[in-house]
């Protein structure tokens, strides 16, 4: 397997929600990049090291394959993902302090001959009260964030 392969795009994933769950008391990070999509976190309190016992894992939820990272806005963790047999792309929101999923959205999406097939690589955009989402085969959908109903 390469590194570009699927176990990568997990690790990749994986190493987004950690980052998330660090920050869960942070500011929103509303989109790619963050509040002004320049990837600089402007939060107080940043840890120049990370403790030899490691990060206290708050909660877990199992996603699938994707290369988009997640968006955090008003309490609250926006995830894409790939599901296959049958091919399927999903929108994921989960409660940021206790990881349960408050909604999902999940629509048929072809990956037949595509290069990269391991799923979505547009981190879904938060902006006054909607969320959204652009999917690998051109799927743009606007949500209610907090409900999940397509707009």
């Not at 402007?42 to 199992?62: F, H």
């Not at 408050?102 to 979505?120: F, K, L």
Request: hydrophobic letters at 35%; glycine letters at 10%; proline letters at 5%.
């Amino acid at each position: 397997m390469t590194a570009s392969g699927p176990r990568s795009a997990q690790i990749v994933r994986s190493l987004h929600f950690l980052l998330v769950c660090i920050s869960l008391s942070a500011d929103d990070w509303p989109q790619w990049g963050g509040l002004q999509r320049d990837g600089i976190w402007r939060e107080n309190g940043v840890v120049d090291r990370l403790p030899e016992s490691g990060l206290e894992i708050r909660w877990r939820a199992r996603v699938s394959n994707g290369y988009s990272g997640p968006a955090v806005a008003n309490g609250r963790i926006l995830l894409t993902d790939r599901l296959s047999n049958p091919d399927r792309e999903r929108v994921l929101c989960f409660d940021a302090s206790e990881g349960s999923k408050i909604w999902e959205h999940t629509y048929p999406c072809e990956y037949a001959d595509m290069e990269y097939d391991n799923g979505r690589r547009a981190t879904p955009k938060v902006h006054d009260g909607l969320v959204y989402t652009f999917g690998t085969q051109g799927h743009l959908v606007c949500f209610a964030a907090a409900t999940g109903r397509v707009i």
